[in-house]
């Protein structure tokens, strides 16, 4: 080959490869793009379809809830009860009660109440989500009165994970306020026979509580918003490919 020839190979080889690379960079970025999108899509529909069996569960009967912590009970059994309706008999741990701190309803912030209930059949104990009280406006520490029957009560509610747990800076506070209730270490510390589920008490506002409870957030709009905007960086990724490596060049090739 001449020396005219490898010259002319040399200043043609660079911006070939430039080309090719800037394609590959390209295809990656679409093809990462738009796994991202789609994989948010299907995250949404697993959390429609989640949403759609909670509904279709808080529809379905009443259960007896004297079955749980039975000997034939299990956790497995339990979580097929969740957001089902259930009854259950016990007495109070009034002395437990605890006053989850930073709650809202209805915009208002304040403390939901959490007292934990020995059933009567089983013995086992269980955490119920009784209702939410406004916290005082000046004194934080001060504990709101929440009217707590002795003897043996009724209750009616829907069997639910424990209450989501919100940021804190260092170690949970032991005393009745708290910011989150952590279940195992209340069965490490009391050595009960703890149920991992709760009961959220349902029905119309009675001792000093309110039952306005949220419906939880699925975040399925996040997720259809996330998807949103992969798809579109996609787009945008395609059409600058195409205006700066095909129309502009395309353009300034000679007439």
Known sequence: MSAEKLSNA????????RWLAILLAVVMAVALTCALGFWQLRRAAAKEAWQAQMAQRAEM???DGTNLGQADDSADKRAGLIHRRVSLQGQ???DKTVFLDNRQMNGRVGFYVLTPLRLTASQAVIWVQRGWVPRHF???T?????ITPSGEVTLTGRIALAPSKLYELGDSDPGPIRQNLDLDAVRAQTGWPLLEVTLVQTGAASEGLLREWPQPATGVEKHYGYAFQWFGLSALIT???VWFQIVRRKNRLPH
């Open 10 to 17: 040399a200043a043609i080889a660079p911006p070939r490869l």
């Open 142 to 146: 001060q504990l709101p009165e929440v």
């Open 92 to 94: 109070w741990l009034a």
């Open 61 to 63: 009967a009443m259960v």
């Open 239 to 241: 059409l600058l490919y």
């Open 138 to 140: 000046t004194d934080r």
